[in-house]
């Protein structure tokens, strides 16, 4: 058994005793669960808001005294793309571009009104990356290409494997001008929470976020996906095990 298969059988194995234990049926496990995947999510994209700050934002309407407009927006917004995702799975509706845009519009609003939730018009370069996302013209293409393959192998491939697919396949296209990585994030969130799985919450420190855009741009300029897909494995089980230890029955029971 490779280490990726051994790393599916392991998730598929927790996400029964997850099932199982329902720690997420709390309303307040999940609020606290989604604004740290907020901090998280941003922190990679050098948003400089702590964790207890993220909260304060979000939960009172606080704003904290030295940091941006924008840092505040990018909270408040992720939150609420967080929440979309789980109204949109209650509803039992198909993964579509309409859907990414409605999330990067969330993600960007009033941030950049002119953008958010629009395929960008204008050439763009990654800072830090040899990868060169495609030209303007070739983006909407590209997206429904991303869309055709979703449609080809949602019903085949196993859920960690899509989320991570659809993750590396948007970000490469770099379909918008600001907030790829937060809406790619999300796109692959989406996809294990309509399969019965939790999140992949990606750590923003250093070590993790090295981690994550060196197995990308092997993704991106090398072909090579096997890191990539091992990574979120990694990720997904890492945060299934969290929630196994929160939800561990009181010893005698």
Known sequence: MSDLEALLKQIDSNRQVIADRRPLDSASVLHALDVEYTYESNRIEGNTLTLQETALVIDKGITIGGKALREHLEAINHYEAAVFLREWIAQYRPLTQSVV???HSLVLR????????????VPVLISGSRHIPPEPWRVAKDMEDCFLWWEANKDTQHPVILAAEMHDRIVSVHPFIDG?????????NLILLQR???????????TTRSAYYH???RCHTEGDKTE??????????????????????EAGQ
């Not at 009033?110 to 018009?121: C, F, H, K, T, V």
């Open 215 to 217: 197995a990308l741009e």
């Open 101 to 103: 845009k409605q999330l």
């Open 180 to 188: 790829n990585g937060r809406t790619s994030r999300l796109v692959m």
């Open 110 to 121: 009033g941030i950049d009104r002119e953008n958010a939730g629009q395929y960008r018009s």
């Open 228 to 249: 990539f897909i091992a990574f979120v494995a990694q990720q997904a089980l890492a945060f299934q095990q969290r929630l196994i230890a929160l939800s561990k029955p």
């Open 196 to 206: 019965g799985y939790t999140i992949a919450n990606i750590a923003g420190d250093g």
